[in-house]
């Protein structure tokens, strides 16, 4: 039996295979212009999923990268600040030892004393210096000047939390040290509910007024704060609002926490000035989320109520004892029974050493002075323990309480306080040196991660490579056998589908 095949099927047939042979040629056309095998989903697609997460892991590394380069300056500008106080340091234990030789007289000392105030204003400058417009040591309050020069002292105004970037998948780095670890002091108590406003913001306070919340479910409700507020009784009003926001602490301990429990969901969880306020911006609270509100630090600042379990962010201090030298008077106050800063100050003020203890104008450390205008208080540590340089009073991360003192010491011929201050200065050096050590341990340990990320990156790309890249000299000569096949299939179908008389007769 003859089966004829039409010229319907000839040429169907005929035109599939140059479609074909021109797919196929365009594809290595296109693999040849472009130097990638794969250039849609299509061409693989579980090579295309690979190439994605390939691409998705070098740019995260990128940014990485770009994250240690753009802020590794914080890291070597510390270093270099710490260098410069430590060699501050040096001169200043040569100035005190040289003053307590035999050649020494209130003069030299009165001449030692203005060198003193020259180091201080070195150190001064080396505390406050800046990066990119914005300051060091200021821990992440980047804009406020961390260390001002009070008739006290230098008092630190910064936080206690350090800059810290992403340098790696849920890794980050410290770039920056906060001036309270490494050259001041600050107690840093946690909120509690009887915190009062007026003692926030570094003793600032908060400005009376009123803000809006509104959560996510639409609901809102306004919120007038007082001057007499504290912080029990703002969260309390917050939380009789009758909407879906719950006020709290945050675990920090440093701000407030605004949680939104809404069922149904319809905008951002909202915080707002009304008539142009500032209240809720002071408390750290102003914006929108999507989800809750963390409040920044309020930065509260010691009361004599303040408990020692409540400092150090909540985590407390432990009080042991500590040395106070005035003039020739000298000897340890225990004060592991206080559980307040006012049992503190009671227990050195009741002391016998004629000295007066207090909190420093900044409310975040503690200062003792003598109650004689020859003598000047020197505070030391008793032993390896730190109550008193955690305390604020000298010695170790104290560097300004240390200076001073020695410089008002040197000033009013106080040789006892010389002597005294020497233990704290070297104490203090040694500090500096620790920090720089960090600092430094900081540094080697980014450089290090940026070398592994390059790695990657050149790894992951040769990975990439693989997957996506042609093979040039293998698509070229496809182009040219299909370029062959092509014409050789169109030379063939003209010879084929050539109609005759015989193509129209039924």
Sequence with gaps: MVTRVTSQAQQANSLQNIFRITENLFKAQQEIATGKRINKPSDDP????????????????????????????????????????????????????????????????????????????????????????????????????????????????????????????????????????VLGNDLNPQLTSSTELSTLTAGSGITPGSFTITDRSGNSGTVTVTSTDTIGSLISKINALGGSVTASINSNGSGFQLTDGSSVISQALTVTEVSGGSTALELGILGQRDGNISGSDLNPTVTSATLISDLNGGDGLTLNQINIVNGSASGTITLSSATTIGDVISLINNSSFNVTASINSAGNSMLINSNSSSTVAIV?????????????????????????????????????????????????????????????????????????????????TEQLAEIEDADVVKSISDLANLEFALQATLAATAQVLQPTLLDFLR
């Design 46 to 181: 579980a090579g295309i999923r690979n190439a994605l997460l390939l691409r998705t892991s070098i740019s995260q590394s990128t940014q990485f990268i770009r994250n240690i380069n753009i802020n590794r300056l914080y890291i070597q500008a510390t270093d270099s600040a710490l260098d410069s106080v430590g060699i501050n340091l040096i001169r200043a234990k040569e100035l005190a030892i040289s003053e307590l030789g035999g050649l020494a007289t209130a003069e030299t000392r009165a001449f030692a004393a203005n060198e003193f105030d020259q180091l201080i204003s070195q150190i001064l400058e080396s505390a406050n210096i800046k990066i990119k417009n914005q300051f060091v040591f200021a821990g992440t309050a980047f804009r406020t000047q961390p260390f001002e020069q009070s008739a006290s002292g230098a008092v630190y105004f910064g936080n206690t939390e350090r800059f810290q970037i992403a340098v790696g998948e849920n890794t980050n780095a410290d770039f920056t040290l906060p001036g309270s670890e």
């Design 380 to 460: 030391n540590n008793v032993g390896t323990d730190e109550t008193a340089e955690n305390l604020g009073l000298g010695g170790g991360k104290n560097v300004f309480t240390t200076l001073f003192k020695l410089r008002d010491a040197l000033g009013a011929d106080d040789a006892f306080g010389i002597l005294a201050s020497l233990e704290n200065l070297d104490s203090t050096l040694a500090s500096v040196n620790n920090n720089r050590a960090v600092i430094g341990a900081s540094l080697k340990r980014v450089d290090l991660t940026d070398f592994v990320l390059d790695q990657n990156i050149v790894n992951q």
